[in-house]
């Protein structure tokens, strides 16, 4: 029985296994019914992982606490962190947890289906290229392959497309239209722009605040609880009892278990023995909580979370009338808070909010499905290079198919530097604002630029500048400029792209008008692209002087005249005969 890759939600707060099994249905590898927390503690030479590193923890918030790591994929991008004093490397601290994820998946009744050696792999969209390429080393470690990434809400909202009765139907009804997807949750609030386009699901923008998660709400519930409970027994400054050692830490679960409880309910008690060092009901928090004090005590926090749709759909970001949105996906634990779901529902209208049931395991099943169904990532907007006189070249075409482990794709790129008077070609790397505005006018984001060496001594749109984009399996694009004769190549990556699954396969794909590069009057600082196609074949005298002379030497039956341009670019690419450098101000002769 052939085994299914798995998808792995690994999240700064929690993390789950999913795989589909072989009747179609996805099984999670739980911890008592819920997703593992992200939390690693280190006591001597024992190794404390998931549920029981996080009930010791005495505070929340993410990074180094003590002898314990909270959220270690946030410090990936960190070469040592210090954990009760010694030093050890972050991707030492994802291999363990991740070790641990895998093992307790073995013990699982439905292990027997999963392979548990490969995996699509969930990412935030704003993970950095040296943090995937570190997550990617700690699954290694661990005995996992990462077989693709995908990005955590285009995973959510795959899945929410196959838990539908007709998944293909429900895509078509939402072709053309804009989705999005809210994602908040312990440690973060995520948000994404998607719009279903041809039968794929493709992202416009994303936005996201770590300040604002769910375990910053656990600690005002704890506040608040501990305030009244002085309250209660007529505390003052001076007649405070101290805490018992660890009661913190059990508070702070209590607090999460109340805020869960009080989506469904109108009242929670919260009841602790020997919390506080001493005798009697003053030791004891006894404190009942109601969904009415639970949003006064998170109004802050959860303004401040809401603020963020306005600030993505305003017109400075992208422009989009809420009323305009066919679907508005909220996952996460902290969208269940009547609060939240009052909000949402007014600002995007009751048919087009949906309130995920599974909010914590809907991104490891959306990855599980991602997995199962074989599906590739492709690029969902061009990746281009900007021209001197403004007009854009595409490196890379929208819908290009990205790649899964082991593999890359490149394009290569041939310019010619306009104004070489100050030793330098600049090249900027642009993307389009939105999808499927692409033309001339349309508004773009800049990724990007690299300052090329060029010898200034040549006359302009004369040196050639040799340029490779390369995007590898961790989904980073990597920039590669060298100018032919100064021969001193620069480099820079970027990973802030977007992404698409295809999902349905439309019978007939709608007609692309081709771009047309308008004209410009004057030639301006930086550097412009040289087609290599010509509407004829008989236009010679556009092929480079140094390849049409190669091609005469080769083919003496066909030879073509060099026109005076094509003559000088060949003569200036020889090497010195004397000295063999290249033409330049340290050739013996100048």
Same mark, same amino acid.
């Given at each position: 029985?052939?085994?299914?890759?798995?998808?792995?939600?690994?999240?700064?707060?929690?993390?789950?296994?999913?795989?589909?099994?072989?009747?179609?249905?996805?099984?999670?590898?739980?911890?008592?019914?819920?997703?593992?927390?992200?939390?690693?503690?280190?006591?001597?030479?024992?190794?404390?992982?998931?549920?029981?590193?996080?009930?010791?923890?005495?505070?929340?918030?993410?990074?180094?606490?003590?002898?314990?790591?909270?959220?270690?994929?946030?410090?990936?991008?960190?070469?040592?962190?210090?954990?009760?004093?010694?030093?050890?490397?972050?991707?030492?601290?994802?291999?363990?947890?991740?070790?641990?994820?895998?093992?307790?998946?073995?013990?699982?009744?439905?292990?027997?289906?999963?392979?548990?050696?490969?995996?699509?792999?969930?990412?935030?969209?704003?993970?950095?290229?040296?943090?995937?390429?570190?997550?990617?080393?700690?699954?290694?470690?661990?005995?996992?392959?990462?077989?693709?990434?995908?990005?955590?809400?285009?995973?959510?909202?795959?899945?929410?497309?196959?838990?539908?009765?007709?998944?293909?139907?429900?895509?078509?009804?939402?072709?053309?239209?804009?989705?999005?997807?809210?994602?908040?949750?312990?440690?973060?609030?995520?948000?994404?722009?998607?719009?279903?386009?041809?039968?794929?699901?493709?992202?416009?923008?994303?936005?996201?605040?770590?300040?604002?998660?769910?375990?910053?709400?656990?600690?005002?519930?704890?506040?608040?609880?501990?305030?009244?409970?002085?309250?209660?027994?007529?505390?003052?400054?001076?007649?405070?009892?101290?805490?018992?050692?660890?009661?913190?830490?059990?508070?702070?679960?209590?607090?999460?278990?109340?805020?869960?409880?009080?989506?469904?309910?109108?009242?929670?008690?919260?009841?602790?023995?020997?919390?506080?060092?001493?005798?009697?009901?003053?030791?004891?928090?006894?404190?009942?909580?109601?969904? *009415?004090?639970?949003?006064?005590?998170?109004?802050?926090?959860?303004?401040?979370?809401?603020?963020?749709?306005?600030?993505?759909?305003?017109?400075?970001?992208?422009?989009?009338?809420?009323?305009?949105?066919?679907?508005?996906?909220?996952?996460?634990?902290?969208?269940?808070?009547?609060?939240?779901?009052?909000?949402?529902?007014?600002?995007?209208?009751?048919?087009?909010?949906?309130?995920?049931?599974?909010?914590?395991?809907?991104?490891?099943?959306?990855?599980?499905?991602?997995?199962?169904?074989?599906?590739?990532?492709?690029?969902?907007?061009?990746?281009?290079?900007?021209?001197?006189?403004?007009?854009?070249?595409?490196?890379?075409?929208?819908?290009?198919?990205?790649?899964?482990?082991?593999?890359?794709?490149?394009?290569?790129?041939?310019?010619?530097?306009?104004?070489?008077?100050?030793?330098?070609?600049?090249?900027?790397?642009?993307?389009?604002?939105?999808?499927?505005?692409?033309?001339?006018?349309?508004?773009?984001?800049?990724?990007?630029?690299?300052?090329?060496?060029?010898?200034?001594?040549?006359?302009?749109?004369?040196?050639?500048?040799?340029?490779?984009?390369?995007?590898?399996?961790?989904?980073?694009?990597?920039?590669?400029?060298?100018?032919?004769?100064?021969?001193?190549?620069?480099?820079?990556?970027?990973? *802030?792209?977007?992404?698409?699954?295809?999902?349905?396969?439309?019978?007939?794909?709608?007609?692309?008008?081709?771009?047309?590069?308008?004209?410009?009057?004057?030639?301006?600082?930086?550097?412009?692209?040289?087609?290599?196609?010509?509407?004829?074949?008989?236009?010679?005298?556009?092929?480079?002087?140094?390849?049409?002379?190669?091609?005469?030497?080769?083919?003496?039956?066909?030879?073509?005249?060099?026109?005076?341009?094509?003559?000088?670019?060949?003569?200036?690419?020889?090497?010195?005969?004397?000295?063999?450098?290249?033409?330049?101000?340290?050739?013996?002769?100048?």
């Amino acid at each position: 029985m052939v085994q299914q890759v798995v998808g792995i939600d690994f999240g700064t707060t929690n993390s789950l296994i999913s795989v589909v099994t072989h009747d179609g249905r996805v099984s999670s590898f739980y911890d008592l019914g819920r997703p593992h927390p992200s939390v690693v503690r280190y006591e001597t030479d024992q190794v404390i992982c998931g549920r029981s590193a996080k009930e010791k923890l005495e505070t929340t918030g993410v990074g180094v606490l003590g002898n314990t790591v909270r959220g270690p994929k946030k410090l990936l991008n960190q070469s040592m962190i210090k954990v009760d004093g010694r030093l050890i490397n972050p991707t030492e601290v994802v291999t363990d947890f991740v070790k641990y994820l895998k093992n307790d998946a073995l013990q699982n009744d439905n292990s027997e289906a999963a392979d548990l050696t490969r995996a699509v792999v969930t990412i935030p969209v704003d993970m950095n290229g040296e943090g995937r390429v570190a997550l990617r080393e700690a699954f290694l470690n661990a005995g996992i392959y990462i077989e693709s990434f995908v990005h955590e809400p285009l995973a959510a909202l795959y899945a929410y497309y196959k838990d539908q009765p007709d998944p293909e139907d429900m895509i078509r009804r939402h072709e053309n239209h804009t989705v999005l997807v809210f994602d908040w949750g312990g440690g973060t609030l995520d948000l994404t722009l998607c719009k279903i386009k041809n039968g794929a699901l493709v992202q416009i923008q994303n936005k996201g605040n770590n300040t604002v998660g769910g375990d910053y709400l656990d600690e005002a519930i704890l506040s608040y609880v501990e305030k009244q409970h002085a309250l209660k027994h007529h505390w003052t400054d001076e007649k405070f009892l101290e805490r018992n050692p660890g009661m913190k830490a059990k508070l702070l679960v209590e607090c999460e278990k109340a805020k869960i409880a009080l989506s469904s309910r109108d009242v929670v008690p919260i009841w602790l023995d020997e919390y506080y060092q001493g005798d009697g009901p003053e030791a004891e928090i006894d404190i009942s909580l109601t969904r *009415e004090t639970l949003e006064k005590v998170c109004s802050t926090l959860i303004h401040k979370g809401m603020r963020e749709i306005d600030i993505l759909l305003s017109p400075d970001h992208a422009d989009i009338d809420p009323q305009t949105i066919a679907l508005c996906l909220a996952t996460g634990g902290m969208v269940n808070m009547p609060s939240i779901k009052r909000q949402l529902s007014e600002i995007f209208g009751v048919a087009a909010l949906h309130i995920s049931p599974k909010g914590d395991t809907i991104i490891s099943e959306g990855a599980a499905r991602i997995a199962a169904d074989k599906l590739s990532l492709t690029l969902a907007k061009p990746f281009e290079l900007l021209e001197a006189r403004n007009s854009v070249v595409t490196l890379l075409k929208e819908g290009t198919v990205l790649p899964s482990r082991g593999t890359s794709i490149r394009h290569e790129q041939s310019m010619y530097c306009t104004d070489p008077r100050d030793g330098n070609a600049l090249l900027m790397f642009k993307r389009p604002l939105m999808v499927g505005k692409s033309g001339a006018s349309d508004a773009r984001v800049n990724l990007g630029s690299l300052s090329v060496p060029v010898n200034k001594e040549f006359p302009p749109l004369s040196e050639r500048i040799l340029v490779e984009v390369v995007i590898d399996d961790n989904l980073i694009a990597h920039a590669t400029a060298v100018g032919s004769d100064k021969d001193e190549p620069v480099t820079t990556q970027f990973y *802030e792209l977007e992404f698409a699954l295809r999902v349905v396969t439309t019978e007939q794909e709608q007609k692309k008008k081709p771009f047309q590069i308008r004209p410009s009057r004057s030639i301006s600082k930086g550097v412009i692209a040289l087609a290599n196609v010509a509407r004829k074949n008989d236009l010679w005298n556009l092929v480079p002087g140094e390849l049409l002379k190669q091609i005469n030497d080769t083919n003496p039956y066909m030879r073509k005249d060099l026109t005076e341009q094509q003559r000088l670019e060949f003569v200036r690419y020889q090497p010195c005969l004397s000295c063999g450098s290249k033409w330049g101000k340290n050739c013996c002769n100048a």
